[in-house]
Every structure is written in structure tokens, then in C-alpha cells.
């Protein structure tokens, strides 16, 4: 059973940055795709972006393209997104989460969610 806990999320004005990390414990993630979500409220969960296993292969939302980076580190069972040019329409919840698929747009395809950290970006 793989426990996945977020942190890094906080207020940040508009054109700023924020760095979200997901670490992974009671198992590897070495063989997981890993995703990022997001969900404001009122809205449904968002894919965001998702990183292959090996880290090789990367998939971003058009909305986030150019502008978040996701990477990760095995040996460390880490998952980072790195969020630059922040604008108020990604005030969201956002969460990490483990699929054993690619790709992975699709909630459903996840076995395994943190609980979310929630970043908010004032104009």
C-alpha cells in the first residue's frame, strides 16, 4: 500500500512560482506512473500532468504547458511540480497520485491519491 503526501502549496501572487512535492512511503514508486490533479472548487478533478515511470515520458494539460515541469526521483520515491507564471486560474487543490498505466489523463486510471495541498494565486 503506497501513502503519497503533498506539501509545498501556499498563496503566491500572479507571475509567481511554487514548488508542489509528492513523497511516496509504505512502497516504491518505481514502477508507477505518477500524475498531478488539480481541483478548484465546485469543479471536477483536472489533470494536470503526469510523468512515465522511467521519466522519460512526460504529458502536460495545454493549460499548464510551458509553464509547470514535473519531475521525479526513484530512489528517493519523490514527485515534483515546479509551477511558474502562476495566474489566478490555478487556485486550486492539487494532488498527486500513482497509476500502473500510461497514459494517465483519466482519474480512474489512479490506484493510489494523497490528500492534496492547496495553492492559491492572488491577482
Known amino acids: 500500500q503506497v501513502q503519497l503526501v503533498e506539501s509545498g502549496g501556499g498563496l503566491v501572487q500572479a507571475g509567481g512560482s511554487l514548488r508542489l512535492s509528492c513523497a511516496a512511503s509504505?512502497?516504491?514508486?518505481?514502477?508507477?506512473?505518477m500524475g498531478w490533479f488539480r481541483q478548484a472548487p465546485g469543479k471536477e478533478r483536472e489533470f494536470v500532468g503526469a510523468?512515465?515511470?522511467?521519466?522519460?515520458?512526460?504529458d502536460y494539460a495545454d493549460s499548464v504547458k510551458g509553464r509547470f515541469t514535473i519531475s521525479r526521483d526513484n530512489a528517493k520515491s519523490t514527485v515534483n511540480l515546479q509551477m511558474n507564471s502562476l495566474k489566478p486560474g490555478d487556485t486550486a487543490v492539487y494532488f498527486c497520485?500513482?497509476?500502473?498505466?500510461?497514459?494517465?489523463?483519466?482519474?480512474?486510471?489512479?490506484?493510489?491519491w494523497g490528500q492534496g495541498t492547496q495553492v492559491t494565486v492572488s491577482s
Open positions: 510523468i512515465y515511470w522511467s521519466g522519460l515520458t512526460i
Open positions: 509504505g512502497g516504491t514508486i518505481r514502477r508507477y506512473s
Open positions: 497520485g500513482a497509476a500502473g498505466s500510461w497514459p494517465v489523463r483519466d482519474a480512474s486510471e489512479y490506484n493510489y
